[in-house]
């Protein structure tokens, strides 16, 4: 599967934006997505993750009751939607897809990676 992620850009604290990523390739519905963030000099941190069905989430703590993932399976996308951002949002944001036909939870590592996004939150 080939992802690609957008949606990105410059909003002042507090504002809102939705990032996509895109899938390509067949059998969308195996793979559980998630999302993770880097900013400069930064290690990439875990953000969100969905499994497959949608019927199971995850998010950081310092993201939880701002952002929502969500998905749909017939488009081939989920959907990171950032409410109440924070300048501390600021990072390049990736998608993430690992196939769990065999698997309950979500997974710990991911196989496949997309190219990035800028979110710049300013102050």
């Known amino acids: 599967v080939q992802l690609q992620a957008s949606g990105g850009g410059l909003v002042q604290a507090g504002g809102s934006l939705r990032l996509s990523c895109a899938a390509s390739?067949?059998?969308?519905?195996?793979?559980?997505v998630g999302w993770f963030r880097q900013a400069p000099g930064t290690e990439r941190e875990f953000v969100a993750a969905i499994h497959r069905n949608g019927g199971t989430t995850s998010y950081r703590d310092s993201v939880k009751g701002r952002f929502t993932v969500s998905r749909d399976n017939a488009k081939k996308s989920v959907y990171l939607q950032m409410n109440s951002l924070k300048p501390e949002d600021t990072a390049t944001y990736y998608c993430a897809a690992k196939d769990v036909i065999l698997t309950a939870g979500l997974p710990s590592h991911y196989d496949y990676w997309g190219r990035g996004t800028q979110v710049t939150v300013s102050s």
């Open positions: 390739g067949p059998s969308f519905s195996r793979y559980a």
